[in-house]
């Protein structure tokens, strides 16, 4: 049994997953001599599957039947590259229940945000067949009476994907999606911990009837073995990544060789600022949607909230109030806000961080220490948090919310970007001439005002700093998958 009734029994249409990886439109599943590895629910420890533990035999392989198909799909018309995306965005929609139940399985966010990400990853998908048909070049004055220059744009080749386990599905769609709609080929490599959601895309695309080889999916343990290939191999063009800083930094040196392009989505320390001139409900709610997102395991969550001294005490009391509604629990259960964390580790990285702002006279308002069952942790509200605190200068990763007060414009904005990262920051006031000002100042490539949620196809996501390059989603994210030419005619 490749796949366990853990998983088939919740689903409608258990064929949705295939337990292997999947190269060149053939699955590679589970032999009875090939190595394989776990998948289990973090909200209950059962295994849902076993799949192929593949790593750099298998990764070669892939990026040959993606170099294979590269020019084929790339002479297609643009509007049948189209079709073929809206036609996975179709399918998404339709399977939306049972990818979110796969995705809630083996990642543990509640159901109703599974499908969240589910719809989020299928707009993506629809958002890039619509731009498919928009890569448009230019022409210029030539230089001299005899000259004329066109410019124009072309597929990069293949393009390695490393997607994390926090969005496993939408992660992969933004970035699988504009790499095909220009003509480009793809070698996805999905997080250990959370396949199943690459492989059911996958598994869609099959059913889309995309070409062999198109795109292809290695799934396995040895991250770093398969992260290798793609950045050495010369038959990949392109890296894409979305996870830590620290593996960013890795692969950034293995494509030093090659001077391979790459699109960085890296780590975050986002600041959420309440002004005393804030709407205080508004700035709850959005603390609430950006801090427990995903139970705070998103590089755009609030990580340090700052709050002006006049409403400050106002604001904690009304975010505790919020906070005390939150239901922790496995993400299948009704009525559930706050799933599991993604790993042992991830709790007890939390715990240090809580532990360390607690030791240096934070106040631990609520939660503050692991519900010993499972991964489970609470959500923690801190108040007296300060910039001596390890949860001031790293990614919290979890559901724990801490508070720091401040006086003045100056000090929140020096406050705000004395960090490496500059992924998203959010900030709650309005008076016109300081939100302009505060919007300027921020170093962040994405910047919510009066509001915590940001996340949308329509924009582009991306940051700054050591939280990476390259932009994700809007008419921007086509760009990082071609290349520029430009063609001199002399007439
Ligand atoms: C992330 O956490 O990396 C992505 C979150 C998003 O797209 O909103």
Known sequence: MTLTPALTDKLKNPRIVVAGGFTDGKWNTVSSRGKVF?????????????????STKATKEA???????????????????????KGLNRLMIEHADDLATVLTLEMGKPFAEAKGEILYGA???????????????????GHTANTRITVIKQPVGVVGVITPWNFPNAMLARKLAPALAVGCTVVAKPAAETPLSALAIARLMEWA???????????????AAIGEELCANPKVAKISFTGSTNVGRTLMRQCADGIKRMSMELGGNAPFIVFDDADLDAAVAGAMASKFRNAGQT?????????????????????????????????????????????????????????????????????????????FYPPTLITGATKAMRLAREEIFGPVAPVFRFETVDEVIDLANATEFGLAAYFYGRDIAKVTRVAEALQYGI?????????????????????????????YGIEDYLDIKYLCLAV
């Open 63 to 85: 990026i040959e039947a993606a170099h294979a198909a590269q020019p084929a799909w790339a002479a297609l018309a643009a509007k049948e590259r189209a079709d073929l995306l």
């Open 38 to 54: 776990r998948v289990s629910n973090p909200a209950t420890g059962e295994v849902l599957a076993q799949i192929s533990d593949l």
């Open 299 to 375: 590089c755009v969550c609030a990580n340090r909230i700052y709050v002006q001294s006049q409403i400050h005490d106002r604001f904690v009391a009304r975010l505790g109030e919020e906070m005390a509604r939150l239901k922790v629990g496995d993400g299948l259960e009704e009525g559930v806000t706050i799933g599991p964390l993604i790993t042992d580790k991830a709790v007890d990285k939390v715990t240090e961080l809580v532990g360390d702002a607690r030791d240096q006279g934070a106040v631990i308002v609520m939660g503050g220490t692991p519900t010993g069952e499972a991964t």
């Open 209 to 223: 009837g995309f070409p062999a080889g198109v795109f292809n999916v290695v799934p396995g343990t040895d991250a």
């Open 123 to 141: 707009a993506f998908i629809e958002w890039f067949a619509e731009e498919a048909r928009r890569v448009y070049g230019d022409t210029i004055p």
């Open 447 to 475: 910047v919510g005002i009066n509001t915590g949620l940001i996340s949308t196809e329509v924009a582009p996501f991306g940051g700054m700093k050591q939280s990476g390059f390259g932009r994700e989603g809007s008419k």
